[in-house]
């Protein structure tokens, strides 16, 4: 999926445990995108980010869910404490500029979070 | 309210027959994309239309962008199995929808021999 990189590809955790989700951007693309995709629904934007800065959120939870794209590093996508319903695939995505100005959206090829 | 409406949802199809996947909004676009996506796997990206009316041809598979930037459709001609799959829309709002990309509701092809 043109170089975008999320890891982990599969991951289980316990009612209450921390999830953490990374991701590498394409090269060169400055701008990452989380969007979470729940079982038979479609894609939901959560949250945008360009370095060290969050750019928009409105799609993320209020409590629990945390995001981050460092200057050195991947993209971290944060889920505390989670709940059952916190299991959905969530899929990373980057551009080198602004979608508004016409730039494509790359996805990486996703982390299946299961919560037990 | 869905702001991508896409139809039909799931399409069933023989080989060889053609098909159209429709995707409408009343909001306008910057940009549209198409991708498709297969189980287990991320969206992965067929075309991007940027100009109002602007038709773009990937092999088979034929995209068109609304005038008005408010719709878009993809004909697949003489359908494959290898064409199954969830195929999914999703745009950019002009104004006020923010830098990044809403997804459409998808339609689920199933192409079979």
């Known amino acids: 999926n043109a170089g975008v990189m999320q890891n982990p590809r599969h991951l289980v955790r316990r009612r209450g445990q921390e999830a953490r989700l990374r991701c590498s951007p394409m090269?060169?693309?400055?701008?990452v995108y989380w969007y979470r995709q729940l079982p038979e629904e479609g894609l939901k934007f959560m949250v945008y980010l360009q370095k060290e800065n969050i750019i928009d959120e409105s799609g993320m939870p209020k409590e629990r869910f945390s995001a981050e794209f460092p200057k050195e590093g991947p993209s971290i996508l944060r889920i505390q404490q989670v709940v059952r319903g916190d299991s959905a695939a969530y899929f990373c995505?980057?551009?080198?500029?602004?979608?508004?100005?016409?730039?494509?959206?790359?996805f990486g090829e996703g982390s299946w979070l299961t919560v037990v | 309210t869905q702001l991508l409406e896409q139809s039909p949802q799931f399409l069933s199809i023989q080989e060889g027959e053609n098909l159209t996947v429709y995707c409408n909004s009343s909001s306008v676009f910057s940009s549209l994309q198409w991708y498709r996506q297969e189980p287990g796997e991320g969206p992965v990206l067929l075309v991007t239309?940027?100009?109002?009316?602007e038709v773009k041809k990937l092999k088979r598979l034929t995209f068109q962008f609304g005038d008005a930037r408010k719709d878009s459709s993809l004909h697949i001609t003489a359908a494959q199995p290898g064409d199954t799959g969830l195929y999914l829309c999703?745009?950019?709002?002009?104004?006020?929808?923010?830098?990044?990309?809403?997804f459409g509701t998808g339609t689920q092809l199933k192409v079979e021999l």
């Open positions: 995505a980057s551009s080198p500029g602004q979608v508004n100005s016409g730039n494509t959206i790359y």
């Open positions: 999703a745009g950019a709002v002009l104004t006020g929808g923010g830098n990044k990309l809403t």
């Open positions: 239309v940027v100009t109002g009316g």
């Open positions: 090269k060169g693309h400055s701008h």
